[in-house]
């Protein structure tokens, strides 16, 4: 049998990027793994029928950036941005920080 790579571990840091951007040592990785996977299902449960391709997650000390990809930005923004304020104040009670939606 052949030796078989996984075709996004084979490529990251060379042609592809890393979904999420943070750094963390200790207890708080762990933390920010979870807080993550949270934001990530959430973002899947909401918008399954917006189309989206991919969730970026950047994360500084205070700041928490999530860029959502889709082909159907006006399903995500919603009339007059409603939903995507709905969003924001979701994810900021999942992370507890400041956060902003691309």
């Known amino acids: 049998m052949g030796q078989k790579v ?3 571990g084979f490529r990251l840091g060379v042609v592809k990027k890393h979904n999420a ?3 963390a040592k200790g207890k708080t990785f762990k933390e920010n793994l979870i807080e993550d996977l949270k934001v ?3 973002l899947k449960n909401k918008l399954r029928f917006s189309s989206v391709s ?3 997650i950047d994360r500084s000390a205070q700041n ?3 860029s959502i990809h889709t082909s159907r930005p006006g399903f995500v923004i919603g009339k007059k941005g409603s939903d995507i304020e709905k ?3 979701n ?3 999942i992370t507890g920080n400041e956060v902003n939606v691309n």
Do not use: M
Request: charged share 30%; glycine share 0%; no cysteine.
């Open 54 to 56: 991919k969730v970026e």
């Open 21 to 23: 951007n943070w750094y």
């Open 64 to 66: 928490f950036t999530v």
């Open 6 to 8: 996984h075709p996004t």
């Open 91 to 93: 994810i900021a009670k």
């Open 87 to 89: 969003i924001k104040n």
């Open 40 to 42: 990530r299902d959430f």
